[in-house]
């Protein structure tokens, strides 16, 4: 069972490991938008872009619904901020340190 458990949250975590999703998630943080926005607000063709927004659906970061012939996304849980701020501040610290020894590094002659 804790194999399972496992499993589940390497499945959820290989979603969020693109850059592209990770920019849609950040697009719709605010608001909805349609499949024809999303794309023109990150300049890729909708072709590439359906892939993507399926697999964030399918594990329930993202909801769509449909309004005669748009389709519309939006974040199913805000909760995934949750997730992605801790890691971005990890982040920031680990580029901080790096600047920091690469500054004293400049320092030595």
Do not use: W
């Amino acid at each position: 069972m804790e194999e399972l458990a496992y499993k589940i949250k390497s499945d959820f975590l290989r979603v969020l490991a693109h850059p592209l999703r990770l920019q849609i998630i950040e697009l719709l943080k605010r608001q909805e938008e349609k499949v024809g926005g999303i794309a023109k607000g990150l300049n890729i063709p909708q072709s590439s872009l359906s892939r993507h927004l399926l697999a964030l659906r399918e594990a329930g970061i993202l909801k769509s619904r449909q309004q005669g012939t748009v389709i519309y996304y939006a974040i199913e849980d805000k909760g995934i901020f949750r997730v992605l701020r801790p890691i971005a501040e990890m982040l920031r610290k680990k580029l901080e340190k790096t600047a920091t020894v690469l500054t004293s590094l400049g320092k030595e002659k």
